[in-house]
Nanobody, 127 residues
Framework: QVQLVESGGGLVQVGGSLTLSCAASGRTDSTYDKGWFRQAPGKGREFVAAIDWSGESTYYADSVKGRFTISRDDAKNTVSLQMNSLEPEDTAVYYC????????????????????WGQGTQVTVSS
């Protein structure tokens, strides 16, 4: 089992920045693909960004491309999401996820391919 805990959420003004962090514990190793998803009020969960197990490949939703950066530090068992130029539409609960299946299909945007999830952290962007 892998436990994931997100941190770093909060309230920020439009155009501001936040960095989310996800710490893994339990049966952790560097072979998990990692992803960030978000869910806004009244909407379904949507893909934000992902990084493969090697850290060599990253993937982004079109809505965040150029503004968000995902990275991982396997020595610390963490994955981070640097968010810049935040917009009100980025307001959501952000979840990190881990799994070994996304790499086989390349469908890193599919939440059903991730096996472990954090509890989420709230990000609110005020205008």
């Amino acid at each position: 089992q892998v436990q994931l805990v997100e941190s770093g959420g909060g309230l920020v003004q439009v155009g501001g920045s936040l960095t989310l962090s996800c710490a893994a514990s339990g049966r952790t190793d560097s072979t998990y693909d990692k992803g960030w998803f978000r869910q806004a009020p009244g909407k379904g969960r949507e893909f934000v960004a992902a990084i493969d197990w090697s850290g060599e490949s990253t993937y982004y939703a079109d809505s965040v491309k150029g503004r968000f950066t995902i990275s991982r530090d396997d020595a610390k068992n963490t994955v981070s999401l640097q968010m810049n130029s935040l917009e009100p539409e980025d307001t959501a609960v952000y979840y990190c996820a881990a799994g070994r299946r996304p790499r086989y299909s390349g469908d890193y945007y599919r939440d059903d391919l991730y096996d472990y999830w954090g509890q989420g952290t709230q990000v609110t962007v005020s205008s």
